[in-house]
């Protein structure tokens, strides 16, 4: 059991859209460090708990690093990803591009709301709540996507963890109490509006002096 | 000017997050660290690039690092933002409450599609491209959303740079090319399902070995 660092984890993703992008065989940590807004030190030692040390002067070979990264993030496999929410939100992960093609199968989309049940987002029908457990069972979701309004998040994240789903997807403004044992993350689509307003308010700040 | 790392500012929404979530007047740099799930010794030292170095053993005081990261975040006053591409993740953007909150107020939304303009979303009107020029100037929007499809985003973040908005979110999954003085940052929505991957990968691993 290697043990890489979160914040490396957390980076792991970053790398590999830069990898992915990018269409030299070989990259310079400096390069991609400069993609992945990180300085190149940190580039070096996040790929040295991968075991990947590029060769000097001439980098890291792009197809290896890419797949080791892939392997490290375990999307060497694909995940069934479920969706409790048929929002406006909800809808849109759920036609989201991206998601098949990294490894994620978006398989199953669930509301409460019985005008939604039966309507078709891409090639699925939403089901109702109700279908959920045995859904869990019989397609094996991995990963539980949280897209309701914050007052029904609580009880989504009650019914995938009844369900045996240990890790969590949470888009809902609200924070979920689950057992120690699954996993859950926050997903906040303020955190980049932040990161705009940081470097905007240093250029307005640039300007004005 | 304080050169604050880009990896620091990366966490700083984080922090802020995790700051207004915690209800003790006080917090450690242990529990900051547990909570941002990154180790302590970064966020004492990330939390010192702001000038905050907490008080041993009692931390830091919460509304005033609270107050301090928002500052440095540019929260403290507020940005006009516009989205272009109202389909469902911008509409999903446009209802989404956590923006007005930060400091983020949603002032335009922008559509090519006849079929959608003049359509209510919450408080505002859809309104056609040909009007976002004019919008810019008079309503000043500071951030742009771009959440149309791949093949309209280049389109839409040139339409931007025309009308002088030097802070692009993108969420089209597509590298926009803009003029160096402009910021743009892309969100990929799957980033976080690839971290729920690789923790979900080690405990199959646990459990497998």
């Known amino acids: 059991m290697k043990g890489i660092p979160p914040a490396t984890v957390q980076r792991l993703p970053i790398y ?6 990018f269409e030299a065989p070989t ?18 030692k996040d790929l040295s708990f991968l075991g990947s040390y590029g060769t000097r002067g001439v980098g890291y070979d792009v197809d290896h690093l890419t797949h ?25 992960l ?3 591009g991206g998601f098949g ?5 978006v398989l199953g989309l669930f509301d409460s709301d019985a005008g939604k049940v039966g309507r078709k987002v891409g090639n699925l029908r939403i089901e109702p709540l109700g279908a959920f457990a045995k859904a869990v069972k019989s397609r094996g979701f991995s990963i ?11 009880e989504s994240a009650d019914r995938m963890v009844k369900a045996g789903i240990t890790s969590i997807l949470n888009f809902a ?3 979920l109490s689950v057992p120690e044992e699954v996993d859950v993350r926050r997903v906040d689509l303020s955190t980049e509006l932040q990161i ?6 240093r250029s307005a700040g640039k300007r004005a002096s």
């Open 144 to 154: 539980g996507v949280i897209t309701t309004p914050a007052s029904a998040a609580q």
């Open 94 to 96: 759920a036609r989201y």
């Open 27 to 44: 990259i310079s940590s400096e390069r991609l460090a400069e993609l992945a807004r990180v300085n190149s030190a940190k580039v070096r």
């Open 101 to 105: 093609e990294r490894g994620f199968d």
């Open 173 to 175: 403004p609200i924070v």
């Open 68 to 92: 080791q990264v892939s392997r490290e993030l375990g999307l060497t496999k694909d995940w069934a990803v479920c969706i409790v929410g048929m929002g406006n939100l909800g809808n849109a």
């Open 16 to 21: 590999l859209r830069c990898l992915r992008e």
């Open 196 to 201: 705009c307003s940081f470097y905007l308010s």
